[in-house]
C-alpha cells in the first residue's frame, strides 16, 4: 500500500492575492511545524548534523586562532553543506508531499540538486553584490530544490529560470515576506539570549544553588556567542526551508490568478 502522509487538511488555506499580502506561507510554515511537522524535523536533524559538528569545529579554531585547525575546518563545511543541500531537498519533497504537491525525488536527481543549490548560492552571493537585490537573491536558493523537484520540468536550467522568473515577478510580496522572516529571525535569536541569561545567572543559581562562574565565563566569550548565533540560525533555517514551499505555491497563485485575470479582460466586456 502506498504510504500516507499526516492529515493536513487542517493547515490548508487558501492563497488569496489580494488578501494574504504575502504573509500566508509563513503562518502556514508555522502551523505545519507545529501540527505535522515531525517527520521533517527528523529529516532536518540528519542533513544539518554534520553541518553543526562542522560548524563547531570551525569556531573553535577560529577562536583559538588555530590555522591548521581551520583549514581541515573548512574542508568539513564543506562536505557537510553538500550533504546539507541534498538532506534539504529531502525534507522540501517531504513538506510538498503533505501539502498535497507532487515532488519527484529519487536518488538520480541528488546530482540536479546538488547543481542547482550551487547555482543558487552563486546567485545569491554573486548576483546579490553585483545584480539582483539580495532579496531576490535569498529567495531564489529557497526555491532552487522545490523547482527541481516539481515533475514537469525541462531540467535543471529551465526550473531554476522559472523560480527566478516567479521571484522576480512578485517582487512586493518577496518583500513582504523577507520581513516576516527577519523579524522572526531576531525574536528567536533574542529569545534564546534571553533564556540562556535566566538559566545560567538566575534559575540555576538562585533556585537550585548550582555555582555558574565557569558558564559565566564561558558565556562571555566569543565562541558561546556564534555557537548561538549559529543555533538560532539552525532553527531558522529549518522555518525557512519548509515556508519556501508554501511561498512558492503561493507565488504560483499569484502567478496564474493574474494570467486568468489578463485573459478575463481581453474577452468582450472584460474590463468591466
Known sequence: MPRRGPDVSSITAVLDPQTDRGLAPADLASAYLRRAGGPA???????????????????????????????????????????????????????????????????????????????????????????????VAFHFSGFAAVGVLEPGRRGVLGALGEMLKLVWSNLRAVWLSSVVLMVYFFLGTLSLMLVQGMLIWLVLPSLFGIDTTDLKLAAGGAAWWLSLVFLAWLVFDLFWHVAAVFAVIDLQARQTGGDLLSRLRRLPGGGA
Do not use: E, K, N
Open 41 to 135: 524535523v527528523v529529516r532536518y536533524l540528519v542533513a544539518v548534523a554534520p553541518l553543526a559538528a562542522a560548524a563547531w569545529v570551525f569556531i573553535d579554531a577560529v577562536t583559538a586562532q588555530d590555522r591548521r585547525a581551520l583549514g581541515a575546518a573548512s574542508l568539513m563545511i564543506v562536505g557537510a553543506m553538500l550533504w546539507r543541500w541534498v538532506g534539504l531537498a529531502w525534507v522540501q519533497a517531504r513538506v510538498m508531499r503533505d501539502a498535497g504537491r507532487p515532488a519527484r525525488w529519487r536518488w538520480g536527481a541528488v546530482a540536479g540538486v546538488v547543481a542547482s543549490r550551487l547555482i543558487a548560492h552563486m546567485v545569491l552571493v554573486w548576483g546579490g553584490l553585483l545584480v539582483l537585490p539580495a532579496i
